[in-house]
């Protein structure tokens, strides 16, 4: 009888560790600085987890965590928008504007600052893909342009630099009722934009790990030639993202605008880097190709909780600021070191 010594085992089959299949997630370095900065501010102040403290944290990071997540699908396709901020601005004008100024019903004016951020959205794509000039020029221009836009037009149909008066509208109850109302739980009201964060991380999330688009995604950022070359249609993907991002913040602006009942011509401005940041936090990479939705959600998070836990612990504001830095060089170098890892891993 011939007995043959069985082989070394295949690597390329070799079940892999735990925690090599935590590593390849872009999301677990946000994770980990989630629970990391919950666990302090937690620990400095009470007030942190009373149910009113975690509906107000919440209610701070759902916002940012809606733009947070469509901006990181953008990134991981390999580009950035800077006008995303000021379009939340944008889209709550024009709504109030078509309500207060010209009496339409409040469903119409939201249909008409969709239409009105698909287009800057797919403007912003078709241009960057026509001139092949990076995203962030580009972007840059629309968002100066945009801001020109909120001051000049307002104060033109206004005569201030507001809009108010949408509560008197036909149609807010029901709009409001959608976008800006709250649920009580435990005798505190949180607010449904949290609800809408949720969804659109939850749907995003399963877009890009679920579905051929989300590979689309991660192609064209990741390899945008072999993209092209193996059949992936790189401009109509990328103009997509573009729309993706307007269309959240159509989203953001008109939860804006139907819960305070006005909107300033000079909000938004700033907001595109703290969007930026929180994908960045989140698991993407500036290079594209790399990141997670949930990541940017958690990112958003811990933002939320962040900005809410300087003021319960009775701190000089002026820290978050500070935060945000230290967050963001930490993600960059965090993120550098899983992908590498990851990289490593799927050999």
Known sequence: MTVTAAGPADERVARARPLDRLVVRPEIGALL?????????????????????VATWLDTASTLGIMAVAVSLLMIGGEFDLSAGVLTASTALVTGILATQLGWNVWLALGGSLVFALAVGGFNGWLVMRTGLPSFIVTLGTFLALQGLNLGVTRLATGTVQVSGIRSAEGYESAGMLFASTIDIAGTSFQVSILWWIMVAAVAAIVLVRTPFGNWIFAVGGAPVSARAVGVPLVRTKILLFMTTATAAWLVGSINILRYTTAQANQGIGLELQFI??????????????????????????????RQGIVYANWDSDWFMLFLGVMLLAAVLVNNTFRRRAERVRR
């Open 33 to 53: 600085g989630a629970i990391t900065v919950f666990a302090f501010f937690s620990f400095v102040t009470e007030q942190f987890l009373s149910v009113n403290g």
């Open 277 to 306: 940041t929180a994908a960045v936090v989140g698991g993407c990479l500036l290079t594209g190709g790399f990141g997670s939705a949930i990541g940017a959600a958690i990112g958003a998070l811990i933002f939320g909780m962040a």
